[in-house]
């Protein structure tokens, strides 16, 4: 069964770099058919997405977010990471990772993807 | 200010149909980018609930429906249960931020 599995430090110092890392199982994370990719949520708030990665290392990013975030992937650990630098309190959120299919006859582009399984989140929070 | 608008709130009693509006603009919805939507019961990761506009992945209950026209997709719920109490997101694409973009939310309650 495909789970996905965040995980990472739950506090982070403001101006630090905060790493996370999803742990794919059930699915080869080097399959043609999915992107990757990873989605915040801030205490009472709305869905943000972060950015996404194809296991090919092509990756897409949010453009408020760009120039801090990096995301890779690791296909020998099943696992793709993302490195969030120079947080801030703004940053204090739930992470998720989650899964990207698309539907036979629009998966030619990746603004057709969505995302059809998540892993249940981790808290990232950003205090000093 | 989210790229995607939803109403904040929506409700309902038992056994009515409420729909949940996402208007988006020509550079999302109205190119013709698909509307996906997610249910996020309290506490929990958001779950995919209808997918490419109108269809529902296997496990969801035909009471939920999607439907688009122009730059607005609508989610429907009919037979209203008390389980459907949860936060409801849309989801595109949008050509001028080349990015994933989310509606702000609705929180439905079911009365």
């Known amino acids: 069964q495909l789970q996905l599995q965040e995980s990472g430090p739950g506090l982070v110092k403001p101006s630090e770099t905060v790493s996370l890392t999803c742990t794919v199982s059930g699915v080869s994370i080097s399959s043609s058919s999915y992107y990757w990719g990873w989605i915040r949520q801030p205490p009472g708030k709305g869905l943000e997405w972060i950015g996404s990665i194809y296991y090919s290392a092509s990756t897409y990013y949010n453009p408020s977010l760009k120039s801090r975030v990096s995301i890779s992937v690791d296909t020998s650990k099943n696992q793709f990471s993302l490195r969030l630098s120079s947080v801030t309190v703004a940053d204090t959120a739930v992470y998720y990772c989650a899964r990207h299919e698309c539907s036979g006859r629009t998966c030619y582009s990746f603004s057709y993807y969505f995302m059809d399984v998540w892993g249940k989140g981790t808290t990232v929070t950003v205090s000093s | 200010q989210s790229v995607l608008t939803q109403p904040p709130s929506v409700s309902g009693a038992p056994g009515q149909r409420v729909t949940i509006s996402c208007t988006g603009s020509?550079?999302?919805?109205?190119?013709?980018?698909?509307v996906h939507w997610y249910e996020q019961l309290p506490g929990t990761a958001p779950k995919l609930l209808i997918y490419?506009?109108?269809n529902r992945p296997s496990g969801v209950p035909d009471r939920f429906s999607g439907s688009k026209s122009g730059t607005s997709a609508s989610l429907a719920i009919t037979g209203l249960q008390a389980e459907d109490e949860a936060d409801y997101y849309c989801?595109?694409?949008?050509?001028?931020?080349?990015?994933?973009?989310f509606g702000g939310g609705t929180k439905l309650t079911v009365l």
């Open positions: 490419d506009n109108s």
């Open positions: 989801q595109s694409y949008d050509s001028s931020l080349s990015g994933l973009v």
């Open positions: 020509s550079s999302n919805i109205g190119a013709g980018y698909h």
